[in-house]
């Protein structure tokens, strides 16, 4: 059994059930005190090492490790406003509250990735020069293996549920793994006498880091903005209509995401010889059909599939002349 099937096993109450918003949040509140957990452990392991070795890089990667709590604070926020039922200010929920939590990691994403690349553009300008021994180098490469675990954990928690603060935590973990890689590279490349790497490595990671973050900030607002469905999602809910039958015709489709709660409204075209009860049954079983296959609600306006008369226009002509 691997480490996050026991943790979820451990934590997380009907963990396979991940359609129940209490699950949700368990999964969201298991990622967030891993990720406190794992940064207080390896601040507290840099700082020690740093002060052993008497290693700057290891005593400020401590203090920027331990700043990481804050983005599991909001992670831990995040999903706990989140789960809250609705209520009459938000009908729907406060499942946007989420996609909120995932903006302001990727705002600090983009913080991390102009402040390495500040001061990697700073290096190539006037140079710097890069202390550091072998046993720096090991410890700086466990810290990576450690934050890239960490990252795994959070993708794999993320994708169970469908969430991208979750995924964007991973991201947040990743930059921290690559970084303490390339940190320990340049301390490498330094010793063999090219100083200069360190520059490149740190303008490379920042790179990285601000497209992540840049994605996860535009993906993220598109979705606080209103974004549509993809065109897979309204194909499936169109085959679902008109599998049901009585449905001619299905059209004015769209889906609202309110986080895990996601709304359909569409118009359905009916036989207009049917009793308005017929009709009402008919979108009732599409309303179902909606919610127990795609986990969504739906508001269905009904409407009798009048075929047009294609000498109506003649007709007039006739009429009026």
Request: proline fraction near 2%; hydrophobic fraction near 50%.
């Amino acid at each position: 059994m691997s480490l996050t099937k026991f943790l979820l096993r451990m934590f997380v109450k009907d963990h396979e059930n991940v359609s129940d918003e209490r699950v949700r949040m368990r999964y969201g509140y298991l990622e967030a005190w891993v990720s406190i957990v794992g940064n207080v452990v390896i601040a507290l392991i840099n700082f020690f090492f740093g002060v052993t070795l008497n290693s700057i890089a290891l005593i400020a990667q401590s203090v920027h490790t331990a700043s990481d709590v804050v983005t599991s604070v909001v992670v831990l926020i995040g999903f706990k406003v989140a789960a809250q039922p609705a209520d009459e200010k938000h009908p729907y929920g406060h499942g946007r509250v989420e996609t909120i939590a995932t903006l302001i990691i990727a705002i600090l994403l983009l913080i991390v990735g102009f402040e390495f690349a500040g001061k990697a553009i700073s290096r190539m300008i006037h140079g710097a020069e890069v202390k550091g021994n072998i046993p720096v180098v090991l410890v700086l490469l466990g810290v990576g293996a450690a934050k890239e675990w960490m990252a795994r954990f959070a993708t794999k928690l993320g994708r169970a549920i469908n969430s991208s603060t979750l995924e964007a935590d991973a991201w947040h973990h990743r930059s921290d793994a690559i970084a303490s890689v390339l940190v320990s590279a340049s301390i490498v490349s330094a010793l063999l006498g090219y100083p200069a790497l360190d520059a490149v490595f740190g303008l490379i990671v920042s790179i990285l880091i601000l497209h992540t973050g840049g994605s996860l900030a535009i993906s993220s607002a598109s979705v606080l903005i209103g974004e549509g469905a993809d065109k897979e999602t309204e194909q499936r809910i169109t085959q679902i209509a008109q599998s049901i039958d009585g449905i001619r015709n299905v059209h004015n489709l769209n889906v609202h995401c309110y986080g895990n709660v996601k709304i359909v409204s569409l118009d359905i075209h009916v036989d207009p010889q049917l009793s308005v009860d017929a009709s009402h049954q008919i979108a009732n079983t599409l309303e179902g059909a909606l919610l127990e296959k795609l986990s969504m609600q739906c508001v269905v306006h009904v409407e009798p599939d009048v075929k047009p008369n294609r000498n109506w226009g003649l007709e007039k002509k006739l009429v009026e002349g």
